[in-house]
Structures are given as C-alpha cells and as structure tokens.
C-alpha cells in the first residue's frame, strides 16, 4: 500500500465497515518522525468505523508506538503520552482496588479513598457504604459495578484485549534441547580483529557489533576465500539432527537471508536434503511457494531455512521442531520465533534445538534466556522492558565475552 499510491487512493476512497491491521507492532511512530505505513492507517482509521489491529509484542517498538496505536483505537481516550505515562504510574493502585473487589474482600480506607479518586466522576459514597453493610444481597452487583468503571476509566478497558497462556487452552509445552560446540579458528580471529578495531565504547557503537551474536556474518565481511559452511560446526550439527529425525519437518529461523541462502545450498549439494528458504529478499508468491514446499505431505522439503522475517506472518503448527540457528538479543524476536510453532492447533511438545558456541558472546546470550529470563520453556511477558532496560549493557557483556573480559 505505501509503495502504490493509487491503490491507497482507492482504499481510503470506498466505504469500508472493518479495517483489521495484523503485525501491527510493525507501525512505528515518533511525535517527529511518525512511518509512512503509521500516516496511512491512521487516516484510514479516521474514516473506518471498525478497526482491529493484532500483534503479539505490542512494545516491541517502544512504548510510545505503543500508545500511538492505542490513540488509533480512541483518540479521544488517549490523546496525550505523558498524560499516557502518568496514567500508568497509578496502575498499582487501580489493580490494588481492583483485585480487592473482585475477590470479595472488605476495602480498606485507603482502598475506599483510592476508588473515591479515581471514579470521582461519578459520587460512589452510597456504593460504599452499601458494601459495608452485611445484610446487603446487592453486594456482588455492586463490585462487579465498581470494576467495570474501573477498567472504562482507568485501563485500557474495552480497547486492549490480551490473550495470555493462562486463560486459553491447547497450547503445547517446550523443551530446550541445547549443544555447546567449539568456536572454529577462523570465527575467532575475525573476532579478535574486531575487538582491536576500537575502544569498548567504540565497539558497541558499530553496525558490525551485532554481528558478535552472527559470527559468520562478521567473518564473511572480509570476503574470506573459504566458505563460513565448510567449518562452522553448526552445518555438521544441522546434518546429524535432521538425519535423527528422519522424515520429520524442522523450521530452522536465522537473524540473516545471507545465512539462510548459504545454509540451503551446502546442504543440497553436501547431503541432498530437500530444503526451501524464506527470507524478505523473495517476492510474496516466492515466499507462498517455499511455504507450500514445505507444508505438503509428499515430495516436499523436511525443512524451512528461515531469516528474521520468517518469526513473523507464518504458522507452522504442523512441524515439532525449531532449530535456533543463532539467537536474537531481543527477547520479543525469540518469542516470535518461537511462535511459529506454539499455537493453538500444534499437537505435540515444541522442541527447540540451540546450538551455540561455547565460552563466547552466544554462549552468554543462551544462558541470559535459559537462565535469567527462563524465554525458551515459557513466555516471558517481562522480556521487552527487561531488554529495554540493560539491552546496552547485554551487548558490552557479549563484547567483553569475545576478549575474555567479565
């Protein structure tokens, strides 16, 4: 749509009762620099009555993206961030209230005075003095009252709904299933190149300092004569699993195309396994045919090589088995990742496969997930803030992993 203006013409120029927006994490918004894909569905909303935006990782932008989508929804309810932001500050206090009315359990004073506060639009005086009176039948009306003002005032109430693993059946379990192999010579002395390239601070300023997590990458941008494949320990380790597995379908998701492409190739020239690729430089019907490929039953690929953009758009609940080719430092993108497969529909228990190299910037990223955020066996509702928080801090501590410094 951004990229044809005659077809938006001709959207926002029809009458339209629905406008469903899905991956809607992707419209990102500044107040100075708002995306174009944002400015367009913005004036759609402004003309269509219905509009549904879906995503899993509402923050992954930032918060004020966050609140820009939200706006979309009901600007008239969120018309200022930081009035946004003061709203949130006092979201202990309304759960507080809250939680004490829905469990049925005498308000304490401050409770009472913190519900007088908030729903000081309306006088509730005589609410409360009803639900302190024992013999009142009406005390559940009451509270459920309460909350419902409550949740229409001071939540997202009837704009934000968040399904959550708790409240909704049929979702499968996760095993981690994890190898730790050596890093190969030459990865290491690209490294080591790098890390002489510039002071500490210096270093996590450059482009290429991601690349610590995708070692190939940064081996591969000196244009070395041999191919990353022929010695990164993670193809053999690819091989082996997919001959254990026999006929069964893996989903292998990676940060970069490049890897994908390369991966794809040494595989059907070394051992004849049929594969496809799916990355953001194929056309949508190259995309739709890599995914048939693999879906179908008969003569099809027993696996998908994946970059980034395929943790995004796709399900495939039908395959058991991930293969983390690397991992991302973005908590929100390991749960994309991982949830191409767990989704409602899936039948069996998600295997995630992570191999990763040993005493290095990945090993310490593994053990951030498996043992700080606990991301691989369970959804981490917290991952975005956390990252948010010390995503800084994560990266110097995978520089100084790659130079022996702690």
Sequence with gaps: MTKNPQWYDELINEDWDLMVVDEAHHLNYSQDNPSIEYQCIDQ???????????????????HESHFARLRLLDPDRFFDYNKFIEEESHYSEV???????????????SQESTLSDLLKESDISQQLIQLNDKDNEQKENIRSQLVSQLLDRHGTGRI??????????????????????????????????????????????????????????????????EAWTTFDPRVDYLIDLLKSLKKEKVLVICAHAQTAIDLEAVLRIKEGIRSAVFHEGLSIFERDKAAAYFAQD?????????????????????????????LPSNPDLLEQRIGRLDRIGQTEVIRLHVPYFEDSAQALLFDWYKQGLQAFEHTCVTGRVVYETYGEQLLSLALSAQTGVT
């Design 44 to 62: 759609l909303a402004q003309v269509i009555p219905g509009v549904l935006l879906l995503t899993a990782t509402p923050d992954q932008l930032g």
């Design 95 to 109: 759960a507080d209230a809250a939680n004490a009315l829905l469990e049925g359990i005498k308000l304490s004073s």
């Design 160 to 225: 934000l709904f968040r399904n959550s693993r708790n409240s909704i059946k049929g979702f499968p379990a996760r095993e981690t299933h994890s190898a730790a192999l050596t890093m190969p010579e030459q990865y290491q002395e690209a490294l080591n190149e790098f890390m002489l390239s510039d002071c500490p601070e210096g270093l996590a300023k450059k482009a290429q300092a991601k690349y610590v997590f995708t070692p190939e990458m940064l081996y591969g941008l000196d244009n070395k004569a």
């Design 298 to 326: 008969e003569n099809s690929a027993q696996l998908l090589l994946c970059s980034e953009i395929g943790s995004e758009g796709r399900n495939f609940q039908f395959a058991h088995h991930l293969v983390l080719f690397d």
